[in-house]
């Protein structure tokens, strides 16, 4: 199979995280700007990440890839409740991370950046992040469903670290139990491999 995406981890690690887990190999394809506007008019949607299977098949937008290969690689859950559960909470944190977007790479204004930044900070985030404590505490465990790590684990994790290094590293200082969570699905050691072999990345200053 192949991946496409830019040179960096953003929307395409829950796919890189669901690889790593499932011990496929895959072609890590990191395109160069001028090479995405050489590539964009091919994609399904214009957009990437995009997905290039074994047996011909494309797939575009990163929840729907990372979705696919869940489901193929049996980390969606151990029935259809516990599918459900996984899209509904990828769903939701898809929301924080599209505001997210917003403020940090679409808003150009450096006031409204600022604003919005806040916002996400003192609102967004701790109504988002104290439900989903919640949900991990009465589950029981630091997975979100079941009894077993699923592809909603992996595709909140990915993104927290770049969550606190662009808004606040103390965004979770409040959620102790989405921190084991985070912590569990890095420590797992084909994450764990991943995470130390993957190109180094200065996301701050990427957005500046």
Not at 155 to 167: M, W, Y
């Amino acid at each position: 199979m192949k991946l496409t995406y830019f040179d960096f981890r953003g929307r395409a690690e829950p796919a890189r995280f669901i690889f790593a887990i499932a011990g496929v190999e895959y072609e890590d394809i990191r395109l160069s700007s001028e090479q995405w506007q050489n590539l964009k008019s091919s994609t399904p949607w214009g957009t990437i990440p995009v997905l290039e299977t074994d047996n011909g098949l494309t797939i575009g937008q990163s929840v729907s890839i990372a979705r696919y290969l869940a489901r193929k690689y049996n980390l969606a859950g151990s029935n259809e409740d516990e599918s459900a559960k996984c899209d509904e909470y990828v769903d939701a944190f898809n929301d924080i991370i599209q505001e997210w977007v917003g403020f940090i790479w679409e808003e150009k204004d450096a006031a409204k950046k600022e604003e919005k930044k806040q916002h996400f900070k003192s609102t967004s985030c701790p109504n988002f992040f104290s439900k989903l404590n919640k949900i991990l505490k009465e589950n029981g465990s630091s997975y979100l469903v079941g009894t077993k790590q699923s592809w909603a684990d992996l595709f909140i994790a990915s993104f927290i670290e770049a969550l606190q290094l662009t808004v606040d590293p103390n965004l979770l200082n409040e959620h102790p139990d989405v921190i084991k969570m985070k912590e569990t699905v890095c420590s797992n050691p084909p994450i764990k491999a991943w995470i130390e072999k993957r190109p180094p990345e200065d996301i701050t200053g990427l957005i500046n």
